[in-house]
Protein backbone atom coordinates (compact mmCIF):
# COMPACT_ATOMS: atom_id res chain seq x y z
CA UNK A 1 0.00 0.00 0.00
CA UNK A 2 0.94 3.49 -1.01
CA UNK A 3 0.96 4.96 2.62
CA UNK A 4 2.38 8.61 1.46
CA UNK A 5 0.09 11.14 -0.57
CA UNK A 6 2.14 10.58 -4.16
CA UNK A 7 1.07 12.29 -7.36
CA UNK A 8 2.59 10.74 -10.44
CA UNK A 9 2.76 12.48 -13.38
CA UNK A 10 3.43 10.99 -16.23
CA UNK A 11 4.49 11.83 -20.08
CA UNK A 12 4.18 10.01 -23.43
CA UNK A 13 7.88 8.69 -21.91
CA UNK A 14 5.75 6.76 -19.66
CA UNK A 15 3.61 4.81 -22.19
CA UNK A 16 6.70 4.03 -24.90
CA UNK A 17 7.21 1.08 -22.93
CA UNK A 18 4.02 -0.04 -24.18
CA UNK A 19 4.76 0.71 -28.00
CA UNK A 20 3.05 4.04 -27.66
CA UNK A 21 4.84 6.68 -29.22
CA UNK A 22 6.48 9.33 -27.73
CA UNK A 23 5.73 13.11 -29.42
CA UNK A 24 8.38 12.81 -32.07
CA UNK A 25 7.15 9.66 -33.22
CA UNK A 26 3.97 10.85 -33.31
CA UNK A 27 4.80 13.08 -35.42
CA UNK A 28 6.48 11.08 -37.70
CA UNK A 29 3.75 8.18 -37.71
CA UNK A 30 1.62 11.02 -38.38
CA UNK A 31 3.37 12.51 -41.86
CA UNK A 32 4.42 9.21 -43.07
CA UNK A 33 1.05 7.81 -43.21
CA UNK A 34 -0.55 11.03 -44.22
CA UNK A 35 1.57 10.84 -47.30
CA UNK A 36 0.09 10.78 -50.80
CA UNK A 37 -0.49 6.90 -51.73
CA UNK A 38 0.78 5.65 -48.40
CA UNK A 39 -1.91 4.43 -46.13
CA UNK A 40 -5.69 4.12 -47.57
CA UNK A 41 -6.95 3.49 -44.04
CA UNK A 42 -5.99 6.74 -42.55
CA UNK A 43 -7.06 8.83 -45.71
CA UNK A 44 -10.03 6.83 -45.70
CA UNK A 45 -10.99 8.59 -42.20
CA UNK A 46 -10.43 11.88 -43.43
CA UNK A 47 -12.50 11.66 -46.54
CA UNK A 48 -15.41 10.33 -44.25
CA UNK A 49 -15.24 13.59 -42.53
CA UNK A 50 -14.93 15.26 -45.61
CA UNK A 51 -11.45 16.89 -45.43
CA UNK A 52 -9.96 17.76 -48.55
CA UNK A 53 -6.68 15.70 -49.78
CA UNK A 54 -5.06 19.42 -50.30
CA UNK A 55 -5.69 20.33 -46.92
CA UNK A 56 -4.56 17.12 -45.97
CA UNK A 57 -1.04 17.53 -47.50
CA UNK A 58 -0.85 21.60 -46.18
CA UNK A 59 -1.20 20.00 -43.24
CA UNK A 60 1.39 17.50 -43.63
CA UNK A 61 3.63 19.75 -44.91
CA UNK A 62 3.42 22.43 -42.14
CA UNK A 63 4.04 19.82 -39.55
CA UNK A 64 7.12 18.03 -41.37
CA UNK A 65 8.70 21.32 -41.62
CA UNK A 66 7.66 22.74 -38.30
CA UNK A 67 10.66 21.98 -36.58
CA UNK A 68 8.92 21.09 -32.93
CA UNK A 69 9.01 17.29 -31.50
CA UNK A 70 5.46 17.51 -30.57
CA UNK A 71 2.04 17.95 -33.17
CA UNK A 72 0.42 19.18 -29.68
CA UNK A 73 2.75 22.27 -29.49
CA UNK A 74 2.15 22.59 -33.36
CA UNK A 75 -1.91 22.47 -32.98
CA UNK A 76 -1.71 24.93 -30.35
CA UNK A 77 -0.04 27.14 -32.20
CA UNK A 78 -1.64 26.60 -35.30
CA UNK A 79 -5.93 26.05 -34.64
CA UNK A 80 -6.46 26.02 -38.43
CA UNK A 81 -5.48 22.47 -38.26
CA UNK A 82 -7.27 20.95 -35.26
CA UNK A 83 -9.41 19.02 -36.90
CA UNK A 84 -7.04 17.31 -39.06
CA UNK A 85 -4.57 17.25 -35.91
CA UNK A 86 -6.38 15.50 -34.05
CA UNK A 87 -8.35 13.12 -35.96
CA UNK A 88 -4.96 12.00 -36.94
CA UNK A 89 -3.60 11.64 -32.92
CA UNK A 90 -6.39 9.80 -32.33
CA UNK A 91 -5.79 7.38 -35.44
CA UNK A 92 -2.47 7.03 -34.28
CA UNK A 93 -3.31 6.45 -30.69
CA UNK A 94 -5.89 3.68 -31.14
CA UNK A 95 -4.22 1.56 -33.27
CA UNK A 96 -1.98 0.92 -30.42
CA UNK A 97 -4.31 -0.42 -28.15
CA UNK A 98 -3.57 -4.15 -28.19
CA UNK A 99 -3.11 -5.58 -24.71
CA UNK A 100 -1.10 -8.70 -26.07
CA UNK A 101 1.44 -6.19 -28.11
CA UNK A 102 1.80 -3.68 -25.31
CA UNK A 103 3.20 -6.59 -23.22
CA UNK A 104 0.95 -5.88 -20.10
CA UNK A 105 -0.13 -9.37 -18.76
CA UNK A 106 3.49 -11.32 -20.05
CA UNK A 107 5.06 -13.59 -17.14
CA UNK A 108 8.58 -13.57 -18.39
CA UNK A 109 9.39 -10.31 -18.02
CA UNK A 110 8.40 -7.60 -15.26
CA UNK A 111 6.70 -3.75 -16.47
CA UNK A 112 6.31 -0.80 -14.67
CA UNK A 113 2.39 -0.79 -14.46
CA UNK A 114 3.40 -4.46 -12.86
CA UNK A 115 5.47 -2.63 -10.30
CA UNK A 116 3.07 0.10 -9.42
CA UNK A 117 0.09 -2.43 -9.01
CA UNK A 118 2.48 -4.39 -6.55
CA UNK A 119 2.63 -1.40 -4.15
CA UNK A 120 -1.06 -0.09 -3.84
CA UNK A 121 -1.93 -4.21 -3.38
CA UNK A 122 -3.97 -4.46 -0.69
CA UNK A 123 -6.79 -5.83 0.71
CA UNK A 124 -10.25 -5.13 -1.33
CA UNK A 125 -11.24 -2.70 1.91
CA UNK A 126 -8.16 -1.34 2.14
CA UNK A 127 -7.31 -0.39 -0.81
CA UNK A 128 -9.20 3.06 -0.99
CA UNK A 129 -6.56 3.87 1.56
CA UNK A 130 -3.94 4.43 -0.97
CA UNK A 131 -2.17 7.46 -1.62
CA UNK A 132 -1.96 7.48 -5.11
CA UNK A 133 -3.09 10.46 -7.33
CA UNK A 134 -2.04 10.23 -11.21
CA UNK A 135 -2.28 13.05 -13.53
CA UNK A 136 -1.37 11.99 -16.87
CA UNK A 137 -0.81 14.37 -20.10
CA UNK A 138 -1.45 11.01 -22.33
CA UNK A 139 -4.29 10.25 -24.49
CA UNK A 140 -4.16 6.79 -24.08
CA UNK A 141 -5.53 4.44 -21.49
CA UNK A 142 -3.13 1.96 -21.41
CA UNK A 143 -2.37 2.84 -17.32
CA UNK A 144 -6.06 2.52 -16.13
CA UNK A 145 -6.92 -0.47 -18.34
CA UNK A 146 -4.11 -2.44 -17.17
CA UNK A 147 -4.36 -1.70 -13.55
CA UNK A 148 -8.26 -1.88 -13.71
CA UNK A 149 -7.35 -5.94 -14.93
CA UNK A 150 -4.46 -6.66 -12.57
CA UNK A 151 -7.00 -5.08 -9.48
CA UNK A 152 -10.06 -6.96 -10.81
CA UNK A 153 -8.16 -10.55 -11.53
CA UNK A 154 -7.21 -9.91 -7.85
CA UNK A 155 -10.54 -9.97 -6.80
CA UNK A 156 -12.47 -12.40 -8.52
CA UNK A 157 -15.13 -13.04 -5.64
CA UNK A 158 -16.22 -9.17 -6.34
CA UNK A 159 -18.85 -7.50 -9.27
CA UNK A 160 -17.06 -5.54 -11.54
CA UNK A 161 -19.43 -3.04 -10.42
CA UNK A 162 -17.26 -3.74 -7.16
CA UNK A 163 -14.18 -3.95 -8.36
CA UNK A 164 -15.02 0.04 -10.57
CA UNK A 165 -16.16 1.46 -7.13
CA UNK A 166 -13.50 0.58 -5.30
CA UNK A 167 -10.49 1.24 -8.27
CA UNK A 168 -11.66 5.20 -8.79
CA UNK A 169 -10.67 6.29 -5.62
CA UNK A 170 -7.54 6.76 -7.20
CA UNK A 171 -7.88 9.84 -9.24
CA UNK A 172 -6.54 9.71 -13.11
CA UNK A 173 -6.68 13.12 -14.47
CA UNK A 174 -6.18 13.38 -18.55
CA UNK A 175 -5.34 17.11 -18.11
CA UNK A 176 -5.75 16.90 -22.20
CA UNK A 177 -8.44 14.60 -22.72
CA UNK A 178 -8.39 10.80 -23.22
CA UNK A 179 -9.48 8.38 -26.10
CA UNK A 180 -12.97 7.60 -24.66
CA UNK A 181 -13.53 6.11 -20.95
CA UNK A 182 -13.19 2.28 -20.34
CA UNK A 183 -16.47 0.38 -20.02
CA UNK A 184 -16.10 0.17 -16.03
CA UNK A 185 -15.35 3.64 -15.72
CA UNK A 186 -19.00 5.18 -17.08
CA UNK A 187 -21.84 5.05 -18.68
CA UNK A 188 -21.25 7.12 -21.61
CA UNK A 189 -18.60 7.76 -24.13
CA UNK A 190 -17.55 4.33 -23.74
CA UNK A 191 -15.12 1.86 -25.40
CA UNK A 192 -13.13 -1.73 -24.64
CA UNK A 193 -9.71 -1.43 -24.68
CA UNK A 194 -9.13 -2.61 -28.46
CA UNK A 195 -7.85 -0.76 -31.60
CA UNK A 196 -9.78 0.00 -34.69
CA UNK A 197 -9.03 -2.01 -37.36
CA UNK A 198 -12.29 -1.86 -38.98
CA UNK A 199 -14.69 0.49 -36.51
CA UNK A 200 -13.98 3.74 -38.79
CA UNK A 201 -16.75 6.06 -36.48
CA UNK A 202 -15.34 5.16 -33.66
CA UNK A 203 -11.97 6.80 -34.43
CA UNK A 204 -14.15 9.70 -35.57
CA UNK A 205 -15.85 10.00 -32.41
CA UNK A 206 -12.78 9.43 -29.68
CA UNK A 207 -10.95 12.02 -31.49
CA UNK A 208 -13.61 14.71 -30.49
CA UNK A 209 -12.20 13.97 -26.74
CA UNK A 210 -8.40 15.44 -27.45
CA UNK A 211 -8.23 19.02 -26.15
CA UNK A 212 -5.81 21.41 -27.27
CA UNK A 213 -5.31 24.57 -25.40
CA UNK A 214 -4.31 27.91 -27.58
CA UNK A 215 -0.99 29.34 -26.51
CA UNK A 216 -3.58 32.02 -24.25
CA UNK A 217 -4.62 29.03 -22.44
CA UNK A 218 -2.27 28.53 -19.08
CA UNK A 219 -5.75 26.72 -17.27
CA UNK A 220 -8.43 24.64 -17.76
CA UNK A 221 -10.87 22.94 -15.05
CA UNK A 222 -8.85 19.26 -15.50
CA UNK A 223 -5.38 21.72 -14.54
CA UNK A 224 -7.18 23.09 -11.69
CA UNK A 225 -7.91 19.84 -10.24
CA UNK A 226 -4.19 19.13 -11.01
CA UNK A 227 -3.45 21.74 -8.69
CA UNK A 228 -5.41 20.37 -5.86
CA UNK A 229 -3.66 17.01 -5.63
CA UNK A 230 -0.11 18.68 -6.64
CA UNK A 231 -1.05 21.36 -3.07
CA UNK A 232 -1.95 17.90 -1.18
CA UNK A 233 0.75 15.95 -2.04
CA UNK A 234 3.42 14.61 -0.02
CA UNK A 235 5.58 13.96 -2.83
CA UNK A 236 5.90 14.65 -6.90
CA UNK A 237 7.32 12.35 -9.47
CA UNK A 238 7.78 13.37 -12.64
CA UNK A 239 7.89 10.30 -15.02
CA UNK A 240 7.93 9.68 -18.89
CA UNK A 241 7.77 13.42 -19.04
CA UNK A 242 9.53 16.02 -21.14
CA UNK A 243 9.64 19.16 -19.08
CA UNK A 244 7.75 21.02 -21.81
CA UNK A 245 7.96 24.59 -20.38
CA UNK A 246 4.48 25.46 -21.23
CA UNK A 247 3.25 21.93 -19.81
CA UNK A 248 4.76 22.91 -16.37
CA UNK A 249 3.81 26.59 -16.26
CA UNK A 250 0.24 24.83 -16.90
CA UNK A 251 0.82 22.48 -14.13
CA UNK A 252 1.99 26.33 -12.27
CA UNK A 253 5.69 25.17 -11.33
CA UNK A 254 6.39 29.28 -12.74
CA UNK A 255 4.33 29.98 -9.50
CA UNK A 256 3.26 28.19 -7.12
CA UNK A 257 5.15 27.98 -3.52
CA UNK A 258 5.04 24.29 -2.54
CA UNK A 259 7.35 25.61 1.03
CA UNK A 260 10.00 22.87 0.35
CA UNK A 261 7.67 20.78 2.12
CA UNK A 262 6.55 18.46 -0.79
CA UNK A 263 9.42 16.52 -2.69
CA UNK A 264 10.03 16.21 -6.05
CA UNK A 265 11.41 14.34 -8.10
CA UNK A 266 11.88 14.22 -11.56
CA UNK A 267 13.39 10.96 -13.96
CA UNK A 268 15.75 12.25 -16.49
CA UNK A 269 16.33 9.38 -19.21
CA UNK A 270 17.66 11.07 -22.35
CA UNK A 271 18.55 14.47 -20.47
CA UNK A 272 21.49 15.60 -20.53
CA UNK A 273 23.29 17.28 -17.74
CA UNK A 274 22.89 20.96 -19.18
CA UNK A 275 19.16 20.67 -19.92
CA UNK A 276 18.67 19.20 -16.24
CA UNK A 277 20.19 22.39 -15.36
CA UNK A 278 18.22 24.89 -18.01
CA UNK A 279 14.99 22.87 -16.22
CA UNK A 280 16.10 23.44 -12.49
CA UNK A 281 17.17 27.22 -12.60
CA UNK A 282 14.10 27.96 -14.64
CA UNK A 283 11.78 26.67 -12.07
CA UNK A 284 13.88 27.39 -9.39
CA UNK A 285 15.24 24.12 -8.90
CA UNK A 286 11.86 22.88 -7.25
CA UNK A 287 12.15 19.71 -9.36
CA UNK A 288 14.90 17.44 -8.23
CA UNK A 289 17.10 14.96 -10.49
CA UNK A 290 18.65 12.35 -8.38
CA UNK A 291 22.02 11.88 -9.93
CA UNK A 292 21.67 7.51 -9.80
CA UNK A 293 18.16 8.42 -11.98
CA UNK A 294 20.18 9.59 -14.62
CA UNK A 295 20.15 6.33 -17.24
CA UNK A 296 16.91 4.71 -15.57
CA UNK A 297 14.30 3.62 -17.35
CA UNK A 298 10.68 4.68 -16.06
CA UNK A 299 10.69 0.59 -14.01
CA UNK A 300 14.76 1.00 -12.58
CA UNK A 301 13.36 4.60 -11.93
CA UNK A 302 10.25 3.54 -9.80
CA UNK A 303 12.43 0.36 -8.42
CA UNK A 304 15.73 2.62 -7.20
CA UNK A 305 14.25 5.89 -6.58
CA UNK A 306 10.56 5.98 -5.77
CA UNK A 307 9.28 2.82 -4.02
Known amino acids: MIKDNTVLI ?9 NYPTGLKLKDDIVRNLA ?13 VNIRREEIQEFTKALSHCGLDSIDTFLERNPKYHKIGVLAIAIGITRKENAQENGFFRTDRYNWYQYLYGKLDAPFDDF ?16 EHCLFTYFRNTHLNKSIEECAQKFMTIPIIHVYGKLGNLPWQD ?3 TREYTNFSDEIQGVIDVSKNIKILSERDTISEDFRKAHKLLFGASKIIFMGFGYNETN ?57 IVF
Request: aromatic share 14%; hydrophobic share 35%.
Open 187 to 189: NKD
Open 248 to 304: LIRLGFDHLDFGGRIKILGSSYNLTPIQIDVIENKFRRKIKFPEKSRFKKNLEFLQN
Open 128 to 143: ENNRLSIITFNYDRSL
Open 10 to 18: LGAGASADY
Open 36 to 48: PGSNNYWLEIFDI
